[in-house]
């Protein structure tokens, strides 16, 4: 069956742009994790939604993002006025239940801002 | 704090030779240990798991054993193959309701023919 997919798989914005990273995770998978990866580095999480509500957005660096999941399947990512220091790839996982502890991660976007 | 400490790479071996990445973690609660594999142009995938103490997780030839004792889960394989450069990512969740996961810098792994 379909994996997780992330879009766009490559996004190049200016420094005080916005942007948006959509998710899509597999079918029927309650719990929706974003991470960021930087180069060199592990992943690290950023916000964990369960259905459709932020179960845990400790994770999220500043107020400048944001994410949600209205219908508790697609989520989007948002990034207001970027940063240089933002560029990373951002990676998108679901499981099936919040206590399911396979994560299936999908193949990140690569943000770049210039 | 949670955290997970991974060998630095980059690991350079020949073919067929045998296979060690060092991984030790600490954790405020009782963790589930993973490991992750990122071939190139490729996203994480699930390589293996263990989620109690003495537990061993195997796939594809590898292989970890979760050592409470030593808070460890070394990965390791016998016999590796050129398919098998990648980078290989430790992690572990704590059971606290959900499963957010803390990964390692990640170990990059370079088999030569």
């Known amino acids: 069956g379909a994996g997780v997919s992330q879009t766009p798989s490559n996004k190049v914005t200016e420094k005080g742009k916005y942007v948006e990273l959509r998710c899509d995770p597999i079918s029927g998978h309650t719990a929706l994790y974003w991470y960021r990866q930087s180069l060199g580095q592990g992943p690290e999480f950023l916000i964990y939604?369960?259905?459709?509500?932020?179960?845990?957005d400790s994770g999220l660096p500043n107020d400048r993002f944001f994410a949600v999941r209205p219908e508790g399947s697609v989520s989007t990512l948002k990034i207001q006025r970027t940063e240089r220091g933002d560029s990373a790839v951002y990676l998108c996982?679901?499981?099936?239940?919040?206590?399911?502890?396979?994560?299936?991660f999908g193949p990140g976007t690569r943000l770049t801002v210039l | 704090g949670n955290s997970v400490t991974q060998m630095e790479g980059p690991v350079t071996l020949s073919e067929e030779a045998f296979l060690t990445i060092n991984c030790t973690y600490t954790?405020?609660?009782?963790?589930?240990l993973f490991w992750y594999v990122q071939y190139p142009g490729e996203g994480l995938q699930l390589l293996l798991k263990a989620t109690k103490a003495d537990d061993k997780g195997s796939n594809k030839g590898f292989e970890a054993t979760y050592r409470k004792e030593t808070t460890s889960f070394h990965l390791e394989k016998g016999s590796v193959q050129v398919s098998d450069s990648a980078v290989y990512f430790c992690?572990?969740?704590?059971?606290?309701?959900?499963?957010?996961?803390?990964f390692g810098k990640g170990t990059m792994l370079l088999v030569s023919p």
């Open positions: 992690a572990l969740t704590l059971n606290s309701g959900y499963s957010t996961l803390t």
């Open positions: 954790a405020t609660g009782y963790p589930s």
């Open positions: 939604f369960q259905g459709t509500g932020a179960a845990d």
């Open positions: 996982a679901s499981s099936l239940t919040a206590t399911t502890d396979t994560q299936y």
